[in-house]
Nanobody, 130 residues
């Protein structure tokens, strides 16, 4: 049974950093694109960044360019979201999601829309506040 588990959230001061992890079980991990999304209170879910099975990165939110990055370690079935220079407006529940593209491990793209992802984690809270 597929599971995605996000960890690493917490409270951080503005300007600080956090690294979120998305650990997967029950899938052939290197066949999947992984996306990170976030949802702030009263706002719609927002796609922020994703990584293809071939490690191609797509930024889906201009607000995180230059501050966030994504990486994957297939040996550990884990994707990381490194968040630097955090701002209060980054406060949200962060979710990872998995999509298996038709090309499997050879795919070089990842979906921007959450509706294209098949599996979701439970989310981890990130709060940026002084």
């Amino acid at each position: 049974q597929l599971r995605l588990v996000e960890t690493g959230g917490g409270l951080v001061q503005p300007g600080g950093s956090l690294r979120l992890s998305c650990a997967a079980a029950g899938i052939t991990f290197d066949y999947y694109a992984i996306g990170w999304f976030r949802q702030a209170p009263g706002k719609e879910r927002e796609g922020i960044i994703c990584i293809s099975p071939r490690d191609d990165i797509t930024y889906n939110a201009d607000s995180v360019k230059g501050r966030f990055t994504i990486s994957r370690d297939n040996a550990k079935n884990t994707v990381y979201l490194q968040m630097n220079s955090l701002k209060p407006e980054d406060t949200a529940v962060y979710y990872c999601a998995a999509d298996r593209p038709i090309l499997g491990p050879y795919a070089r793209t990842c979906p921007a829309s959450g509706s294209e992802y098949d599996y979701w984690g439970q989310g981890t809270q990130v709060t940026v506040s002084s």
